[in-house]
Nanobody, 123 residues
Framework: QVQLVESGGDLVDPGGSLRLACVVS????????IGWFRQAPGKEREAVIC????????TFADSVRGRFTISTDNANNMVYLQMNSLKSDDTGVYYC????????????????WGQGTQVTVSS
């Protein structure tokens, strides 16, 4: 079955860290780009960061540069989002999504989405 499943969301204090995981089933990571998106309450969905075997890492959200990193475990078809120095503005539902080969900032170009995982940054 082709699907993406996120996990790892939680309530965390400002300044804390979280690692989100995306299990990619039925898609070869060598051929697909996996992007992380987020949607805060009352706001539009935002592209955060993406990784592609062919083209590397693309960071879309300037606010996460230097704080968020993306990585893959191709042997286990996993994509991770390591989030450090978390801020209240990072609160939202985080989604992973797949696109053939390319990292794009437009979420409508992604074919498959996970169900999302909630990240709340608050003291």
């Amino acid at each position: 079955q082709v699907q993406l499943v996120e996990s790892g969301g939680d309530l965390v204090d400002p300044g804390g860290s979280l690692r989100l995981a995306c299990v990619v089933s039925g898609l070869p990571l060598d051929d697909y780009a996996i992007g992380w998106f987020r949607q805060a309450p009352g706001k539009e969905r935002e592209a955060v960061i993406c990784i592609s075997s062919s083209y590397g890492v693309t960071t879309f959200a300037d606010s996460v540069r230097g704080r968020f990193t993306i990585s893959t475990d191709n042997a286990n078809n996993m994509v991770y989002l390591q989030m450090n120095s978390l801020k209240s503005d990072d609160t939202g539902v985080y989604y992973c999504a797949s696109n053939l080969k390319y990292c794009l900032g437009d979420g409508s170009q992604y074919d498959l989405w996970g169900q999302g995982t909630q990240v709340t940054v608050s003291s």
